[in-house]
C-alpha cells in the first residue's frame, strides 16, 4: 500500500486503506505483523499504523499501533494504561523496510507474568505483550510491554479482547483521516493467539518486500489482509 503521493498528516483527505473483519470475536491472544517504510516526515508524526476494533487507538475491543512523534512507536491495547505502552523500540529510520509485530496475550493474571510469553520470547520475558522490529537483513529483536489498566503500577491484565461479531480495520490512518502514515505498507496479517520470536522471523525472511514494492491502495484491505488460525500457521512453519 504506496501511502506517499499526496499524503498529509493532519488533513482530512490524507489516504488510508479500511475494511471489516467478521469472525474475530474474542480473542485470548492476538499478533499483527506488517512491514512498513516509513518517510522522514512520518517519523516525527503520531501516524497510524494500523488500528483494529474501533476508530481510532486506545479504545477497548481494540489493538493499534503509532508512531510517537520521535521515530519510534506506540502500543495500544483494549484500553489499557499507556504509562508503559509508549516511546517503544529502536529508533526508526527513514527509507528503510521494518517488520514489525505486536503480540498480546490475554490468559495471565497480570501483566508481569505471562507463561504464554514467557515460552515466546528468546529472552523468556514474561511482560503480557511484546513489540517486535526487525528489517530484511536483521532479526526481530523484542519490547517487553506491560499492558495493564490500574495505577500505580499497571500490573493487572486486560484480559481477552472482544472484537464482536464485526470489527473495523484501518491501515495507514484512523477512521477521521487525520492521522495518515506518509509511506508504504506490506503483507499486513493478523494471527489468533502469540506467535513465538522464532515463527515471527521466520514469517520475517518469508515476506521480505521486493525492492520498490507496494499495493495499490485501489486494490483494498482484502489483498493485505488475512486473518490466521494461530494453530495451522505454527504447524505450517
Known sequence: MNLTGNQTYNTSNAGYAAGTLTGLGTQTGV?????????????????????????DVGAVGSVGLTLNGAAKLNVYVDGGSTADT????????????????????????????????????????TKNGQLYVGTATSAVTDSPVKIGLT??????????????????????????????????????????????????????????????VAALLAVGVGSLLFFRNRRRVLEDA
Not at 31 to 55: E, P, Q
Not at 190 to 207: F, K, N, P
Open 31 to 55: 499478533t499483527v505483523a506488517m512491514w512498513v517504510k516509513f518517510s522522514a516526515a512520518a517519523l516525527t508524526s503520531n501516524a497510524r499504523l494500523f488500528v483494529l476494533g474501533a476508530s
Open 86 to 125: 509508549i516511546n517503544l523500540g529502536p529508533t526508526l529510520s527513514a527509507d528503510t523496510w521494518y517488520f514489525i509485530a505486536l503480540t498480546y496475550d490475554g490468559t495471565s493474571s497480570g501483566s508481569t507474568n505471562s507463561t504464554v510469553q514467557g515460552a515466546a520470547t528468546t529472552d523468556g520475558n
Open 151 to 212: 495505577s500505580p503500577n499497571y500490573n493487572d491484565s486486560r484480559g481477552s479482547i472482544d472484537f464482536g461479531a464485526s470489527t473495523a480495520l484501518y491501515l495507514g490512518n484512523r477512521a477521521d483521516y487525520t492521522r495518515g502514515l506518509n509511506g508504504m505498507i506490506d503483507d499486513v496479517s493478523i494471527y489468533s493467539g502469540v506467535l513465538s520470536q522464532t515463527s515471527l522471523d521466520t514469517l520475517r525472511l518469508e515476506s521480505v518486500p521486493e525492492p520498490g
